[in-house]
T-cell receptor
Framework: GAVVSQHPSRVICKSGTSVKIECRSL??????MFWYRQFPKKSLMLMAT?????????EQGVEKDKFLINHASLTLSTLTVTSAHPEDSSFYIC???????????FGPGTRLTVL | RKEVEQDPGPFNVPEGATVAFNCTYS??????FFWYRQDCRKEPKLLMS???SGNEDGRFTAQLNRASQYISLLIRDSKLSDSATYLC?????????????FGKGTKLSVKP
């Protein structure tokens, strides 16, 4: 399978701070990046989809001004949680793909805890 | 019907047992299906892909019933290392992005 890195793996921050999560596809070009989040005992839910060089498309109920996504290159995408609040505490997972409906790979995830 | 629905679990079975998980999906246009395995606090990892009536890989067998929009995963001779949450996953054919739709998962605990 493809190699995907995600950094940081875990972050604990105070309410009101911003957190940036990086996702890198190390051995293939990710034309599309999916960002999911998973609350405890819940399924992964798609937050947004970004195509390299384009603005991200956000799912209903996901605030685009709160979750800033940058996909400037085919190997790097970032998700910034701005002014984080405790309800943003979750497991965030990136999933790069080289094309629609191709096998998707997942980063190891970032566990965010907002105090 | 929810887009992807799974047995709630948890399933607690002894080593060596055979266990089956069920999954139903709502989009009749779906062509491919996946079973992922997710360990606690880890990302999902692909276990099996299902494109036709079924797939078998060692102790794992996935079966597809398109008429009933139903997928199953059978694990034979359960090992302690099979303990995990099993996710039924269907590509989002209704959308234009090709993302995956995940079931809530079924937790399996294999005991000695």
């Amino acid at each position: 399978g493809a190699v995907v890195s995600q950094h940081p793996s875990r972050v604990i921050c105070k309410s009101g701070t911003s957190v940036k999560i990086e996702c890198r596809s190390l051995d293939f070009q990710a034309t599309t990046m999916f960002w999911y989040r998973q609350f405890p005992k819940k399924s992964l839910m798609l937050m947004a989809t970004s195509n390299e060089g384009s603005k991200a498309t956000y799912e209903q109920g996901v605030e685009k001004d709160k979750f800033l996504i940058n996909h400037a290159s085919l190997t790097l995408s970032t998700l910034t949680v701005t002014s984080a609040h405790p309800e943003d505490s979750s497991f965030y997972i990136c999933s790069p793909t080289s094309g629609a409906y191709n096998e998707q790979f997942f980063g190891p995830g970032t566990r965010l805890t907002v105090l | 019907r929810k887009e992807v629905e799974q047995d709630p679990g948890p399933f607690n079975v002894p080593e060596g047992a055979t266990v089956a998980f069920n999954c139903t999906y709502s989009n009749s246009a779906s062509q491919s299906f996946f079973w992922y395995r997710q360990d606690c606090r880890k990302e999902p990892k692909l276990l099996m892909s299902v494109y036709s009536s079924g797939n078998e890989d060692g102790r794992f067998t996935a079966q597809l019933n398109r008429a009933s929009q139903y997928i199953s995963l059978l694990i034979r001779d359960s090992k302690l290392s099979d303990s995990a949450t099993y996710l039924c996953v269907v590509p989002n054919y209704g959308g234009s992005q090709g993302n995956l739709i995940f079931g809530k998962g079924t937790k399996l605990s294999v005991k000695p």
